[in-house]
């Protein structure tokens, strides 16, 4: 059965940095793409951030190009997401999921991120 | 990136009716390789999304048989034959196609009238 959980989330104050992570069971991870994708409250859904199977190719959006780093742990079948120069408007569920076939397959049940002072 | 263009923003239906979701793309989604990589995600309140249809048709293990997806190049629907209560949720789109910026439309809300 696969599983992903995210962790890491919380409330940060405006220029702030949070780490994500994503705990992976149920399939082989290091043979797996994997994305980060995240949803504003009451808004949709934002590709963020994908990570190939050993680390490269490596993706980010322009919105957080620069600010957010994804890696990965292989051996710990973990996911990463290193969030820097955080704003309000990455105020958004954070969710991971894996990028099979080029489709979103497999999410997590998301991570809460808020930036307020 | 490619911008997928989802209508309507929502959808009143009456309990066994059914429904059409339309996403239009601003390119065509037709890979070199013969493949037409959309999906099509359903997001209840509170939950998760999970995925419904990909490369425009084939379902996932677990839909019902009521939702079918259908379309090519730029213009594709998601059809719910009779809509459930269960149904209720918002429905996504989204672009495998054109790497790396894949990309999602905004989002249909399906309700019950």
């Known amino acids: 059965q696969v599983k992903l959980v995210e962790s890491g989330g919380g409330l940060v104050k405006p220029g702030g940095s949070l780490r994500l992570s994503c705990a992976v069971s149920g399939l082989t991870f290091s043979e797996e793409y994997m994305s980060w994708i995240r949803q504003a409250p009451g808004k949709g859904l934002e590709f963020i951030s994908y990570i190939g199977d050993s680390g490269s190719p490596i993706y980010h959006a322009d919105s957080v190009k620069g600010r957010f780093t994804i890696s990965r742990d292989n051996a710990k079948n973990s996911l990463y997401l290193q969030m820097n120069s955080l704003t309000a408007e990455d105020t958004a569920v954070y969710y991971c999921?894996?990028?099979?076939?080029?489709?979103?397959?497999?999410w997590g049940q998301g991570t809460l991120v808020t930036v307020s002072s | 990136d490619v911008v997928l263009t989802q209508s309507p923003l929502s959808l009143p239906v009456t309990l066994g009716q059914p429904a059409s979701i339309s996403c239009r793309s601003s390119?065509?989604?037709?890979?070199?390789?013969?493949?037409?990589?959309l999906s099509w995600f359903q997001q209840r309140p509170g939950q998760s999304p999970r995925r419904l249809i990909y490369k425009v048709s084939k379902r996932d293990s677990g839909v019902p048989d009521r939702f079918s997806g259908s379309g090519s190049g730029t213009d594709f629907t998601l059809k719910i034959n009779r809509v459930e209560a269960e149904d209720v949720a918002v429905y996504y789109c989204?672009?495998?196609?054109?790497?790396?910026?894949?990309?999602f439309g905004g989002g249909t809300k399906v309700e019950i009238k």
């Open positions: 999921a894996r990028l099979a076939d080029s489709s979103c397959d497999y």
């Open positions: 989204m672009q495998g196609t054109h790497w790396p910026g894949l990309t």
């Open positions: 390119q065509s989604l037709a890979h070199h390789t013969g493949n037409t990589y």
